[in-house]
């Protein structure tokens, strides 16, 4: 640092500078999101976050345990389309 000019910045360019990069961190995390609920798909997997843990057997609750596994990724997908493009929006 010595011999070094410092560069003040005002606080708006701060602000703008800091929007920017956490909508870019946003944005890019949104992306791993979808890829990684396609590549669920490709290779048939079900992600740990779609798990349902209910303590009964019977067979009314396990049926409803499958159909909320099976609707709740393609939900998720929707989801995450529609907040992308509301980032890209901003970016």
């Known amino acids: 640092m010595h ?14 500078s800091n929007n920017y990069k956490n ?3 946003k944005l890019l995390n949104t992306n791993a ?4 609920n396609k590549m669920c798909k490709v290779k048939q ?3 740990n976050y779609i798990n349902v ?20 990724l393609p939900e998720d997908d929707r989801m995450i389309e529609t907040c992308r493009s509301v980032l890209s929006v901003l970016m």
Do not use: D, M, Y
Request: hydrophobic residues 35%.
């Open 3 to 16: 011999g070094a000019t410092i560069q003040t910045v005002s606080a708006q360019q701060t602000k703008l």
């Open 23 to 25: 909508t870019r961190l």
């Open 33 to 36: 999101e979808i890829w990684f």
């Open 45 to 47: 997997l079900k992600p």
């Open 53 to 72: 843990k209910i303590n009964s057997k019977s067979l009314s609750v396990l049926n409803c345990n499958f159909s909320k596994e099976q609707s709740t």
